[in-house]
Nanobody
Framework: VQLVESGGGLVQPGGSLRLSCFAS???????????MGWYRQTPGNQRELVAT???????NYAESVKGRFTISRNASRKTVYLQMNSLTPEDTAVYYC?????????WGQGIQVTVSS
């Protein structure tokens, strides 16, 4: 199974981006068993939670992104999304898709998001 991220890039402050993460090689029923999520990391800092979403459950957001970011998932497409609005330079980071089942977390390769004028 691979988590394949897309949708990153350069955006101006106040702009929007939508990240996608496709769970390649995973069957639908297994996808629904995983809590999917997004984390981010900047140089010299630990990876931090952005948002997670269990199948059929309530999303969980970091305080810093509440009201600006929306996480969603599509089981038939085996994809999790992160809609990011009102972006600020502080959102600049490498964003990682994650899947968690029981206590095991698996990561995508990461995708750069840069917010700059």
């Amino acid at each position: 199974v691979q988590l394949v991220e897309s949708g990153g890039g350069l955006v101006q402050p106040g702009g929007s981006l939508r990240l996608s993460c496709f769970a390649s090689g995973m069957i639908w029923s297994t996808f629904t068993m995983n809590t999917m999520g997004w984390y981010r990391q900047t140089p010299g800092n630990q990876r931090e939670l952005v948002a997670t979403i269990p199948h059929g459950g309530t999303p969980n957001y970091a305080e810093s992104v509440k009201g600006r970011f929306t996480i969603s998932r599509n089981a038939s497409r085996k994809t999790v999304y992160l809609q990011m609005n009102s972006l600020t330079p502080e959102d600049t980071a490498v964003y990682y898709c994650s899947r968690q089942i029981d206590s095991e977390i698996y990561w995508g390769q990461g995708i750069q998001v840069t917010v700059s004028s």
